[in-house]
C-alpha cells in the first residue's frame, strides 16, 4: 500500500464495498461496476487481485448447510462426556471404587493447592529478609569505633620478675598489720586528689571520665520552645505588670524573662526588661535596675516614656522605721530630770 497515495486509498475502500458478500455467488458484473468508478490503472489491477483471492477462497471453503441430526448428535455426546466425568469424580469406575486418597484430593484439591503456594511464599519471602535483618542487628549491635576507642583496655598482666617482690611485700604488710598502712596511703591519696582539683584554674575543665563521654553522647539535645505571638507576648507581660505591682516581683521576673528569651517583638522584649528593672528597683538594686533600664530604651525607643511614668507611679524602696520601743526609750533617755519641789524634798 506505500506505493498509494491517500486520496488512492480512499477510492479503493470505496471500490472494495462493490465485492460481493464473500460466501455469496461471483458477481459477473464487477468489471462493469469498476468501469464506472473510472479508477487508475493500478487500482483497477489491484481490485482484479482481490476478486480473484475470493474467488479461491470460495472454491477452497464450500458452502455446506447442517442436516437437521447434527443438534442431536451434538447434545447427545455432550450428555455421555458429562456423564463419565461425574462418575470418575464419585469415584465409581470399572474396577469398583476409588481409595480414599483419591476422594480427598478431588474434593479438597481447590483448596490445597492455593494453601500450599500462599506457605511457599510467605517462607520465600521471610528466607529472602532474613540476612538482611540480621546483617542490620549486627550493625546495631556493634560498637562503633569512638566507643572502642572509651572501652578501657585490660591491665597488663603481671611480670614474673614483679610476682616475688609484691608476694614479699604483700608478706612484710601482713606481719607489721599492713591494712591499717594502707588505708592511710588511700587516705592521703584521695587528699592528694582533692587538693589538685582545687587548684584547677577556671578556664580549665576537669578531664571527663569515659562513662560521662558516653552519657552525653547519648542524650540528645533539647527542643527548643517554640517562640511567643505577639499577643501571647503581651498578655504575660500584663500579668507581669499586676504582679509586680502586687509586690511579688519573683513571679514578676519569671515571667518577664520568659518573655525575652522567646519573643520576636522588639516593643515587648524592651517592655520586659524595663519590667525587669523596676522589680529591680523595688528590691533596692538601683545600679542594676540602671542596666536593665538601657537595655530597655536599646531594645525599643518607645519604651522611654512609659518607664517614666512607671517610675513616677512606683514608690521608692523606704527604709525600715524603728521600733515603738526603741522610739521611746531614745526618748526617754534624751530627757533632762526635772528638779525636786517642795514635796518630792519632804518625801
Known sequence: MA??????LDELEDALELLSDPFGAEDEDLDARLAELELSPALDERMHEYADVLALCREAFPLEEPGDDLLADVLAEARAVASTSTKHHEGVGAGGSASGWQRFWERWRGTLVPGFALAGTAALVLWMLEPETAETLALVESPSAD?????????????????????????ERADAGGGEAKAEEEGEQGDAEEVAGDDLTPGASKPKSKKT???????????????LTKNESWDLIDAADKARKAGRCVEATADYETV???TREDAARGRAHAGVGLC???????????????????????????????????????????SKKKKAKSDYSG?????????DSKH
Open 3 to 8: 506505493e498509494f497515495e491517500p486520496r488512492e
Open 147 to 171: 566507643e572502642k576507642k572509651d572501652e578501657p583496655r585490660p591491665s597488663e598482666a603481671p611480670t614474673d620478675a614483679a610476682m616475688p617482690t609484691r608476694a614479699e611485700g604483700g608478706a
Open 213 to 227: 563521654k558516653a552519657v552525653e553522647r547519648a542524650v540528645e539535645p533539647e527542643p527548643e520552645p517554640e517562640p
Open 260 to 262: 525575652i528569651g522567646r
Open 280 to 322: 529591680r528597683l523595688q528590691q533596692g538594686q538601683h545600679t542594676d535596675a540602671e542596666a536593665w533600664f538601657d537595655q530597655a530604651r536599646a531594645e525599643s525607643p518607645a519604651v522611654g516614656p512609659w518607664l517614666d511614668d512607671q517610675l513616677d507611679e512606683q514608690p521608692a524602696p523606704t527604709k525600715k522605721k524603728p
Open 335 to 343: 530627757k533632762k530630770k526635772a528638779p525636786l519641789g517642795p514635796l
